[in-house]
């Protein structure tokens, strides 16, 4: 049998921020309504009750006030090179997905010049100049598309391994006075691959992608509080739940069913499904729509795993650090065994997915 290259993870890590944020810490906020301009009028106990019962998020963690997104990336890419006894130097590419770049604490701006795969290589004293620097600014499923130009850039003989990392800090962009900022968390995590030669599939296998800019690209964007006091001259992160809700329930499960048909396999062969840490109760719906696709009701039990409870929605993040976590036996009793199958996917702004089938 012919031998063809394949992409394989060889060393994870991740960074969870230390600062933790419980959904109490809300209470004394003052949440205003999107279309009148004033305070709701319901208690901040029944609002933050109702977030929880949506999204099943107890605590998110926030960076520290001196950290910013390309520090958070550094500690994870440093433990995931030794996760993956490998030397800085020996990268080929460093793709960095993120969002909004370094934000400094107390300041809503962007900051991506330089690029942040620079920035990582200058805090971490990367000397090699052949190893690429590469943006990826692809909303919440930035790793995942990470991943895949990652594939494309060790398939093609062009590099043999590299970094990707998935790294935000979306606390400092949300809105305090819009109830979903709740929903935003902050954190990091990184991922060594390296081409291997193999006569049997292993590593990266199929991947599926869409991306819906019209009619969604309004889902999420930058605009003013909801606080009309608020300094109106800052831009926030404002998101469209609802129209995001049923975009991801619609058309997530076909573009995960499509992956896994392109893989010649079928969802009795995925062990687990790694999906982002969005809101819990939108990746159940997923998950049962997906099995629905195959005409089947029960749904494997620890087949997706969840830290959302805990770390919140840390956007291009989310996958990564569960992965990390969950590797190193972090996660319950959850655990991946060799030759099994998992999914890796992500939904988020542009509207676009990605779907990505790994075989471990």
């Known amino acids: 049998m012919e031998k063809k290259i394949y992409t394989k993870i060889i060393g994870t890590g991740c960074c969870v921020p230390t600062k933790k944020v419980v959904n109490d810490d809300f209470l004394n906020n003052v949440f205003y309504d999107p279309a009148t301009g004033k305070p709701l009028e319901k208690d901040n106990r029944e609002i933050i009750d109702k977030f929880y019962a949506i999204t099943n998020i107890k605590e998110r963690r926030w960076a520290e006030n001196d950290q910013v997104t ?83 850039y060790i398939r093609s003989g062009m590099y043999k391994r590299g970094v990707v990392i998935g790294a935000d800090i979306t606390s400092r962009v949300s809105d305090p006075h819009d109830r979903d900022s709740m929903i935003y968390a902050d954190g990091a995590g990184a ?34 509080s909801f606080n009309p ?37 079928q969802i009795e062969d995925i062990q687990k499904i790694f999906i982002h840490q969005a809101n819990e109760k939108m990746d159940k719906a997923i998950l049962t729509r997906l099995f629905g696709l195959y005409g089947k009701k029960e749904i494997p039990e620890g087949i997706m795993p969840m830290v959302i409870s805990k770390l919140g929605n ?47």
């Open 70 to 152: 390309s520090d958070l990336a550094v500690i994870a890419v440093e433990e995931a090179l030794a996760d993956a006894k490998m030397d800085k130097e020996d990268l080929g590419f460093v793709i960095f997905c993120h969002n909004f770049g370094d934000v400094v604490y107390g300041n809503t701006r962007m900051n991506v010049i330089p690029s942040m795969s620079s920035m990582l290589k200058f805090k971490m004293k990367i000397k090699n100049p052949f190893s690429v620097a590469h943006d990826v600014i692809c909303g919440c499923p930035g790793w995942t598309q990470g991943m895949i130009v990652a594939d494309a």
């Open 191 to 224: 991922t060594i691959v390296e081409a291997v030669e193999s006569e049997e599939p292993v590593g990266i296998i199929s991947h599926s992608s869409r991306s819906d800019g019209y009619p969604y690209a309004d889902c999420l964007n930058f605009g003013k």
């Open 229 to 265: 006091d608020y300094d109106q001259k800052e831009l926030l992160l404002k998101m469209k739940g609802h129209k995001l809700y049923v975009y991801a329930l619609r058309n997530v499960p076909t573009t995960v069913k499509d992956s896994i048909e392109k893989a010649g396999l």
């Open 314 to 360: 840390s956007s291009a993040a989310t996958i990564p650090m569960l992965m990390d976590l969950l590797l190193k036996g972090k996660v319950g009793d959850h655990s991946v065994q060799k030759g099994s199958y998992s999914v890796f996917c992500s939904v988020g702004a542009g509207m676009g997915i990605n779907s990505i089938i790994y075989k471990w």
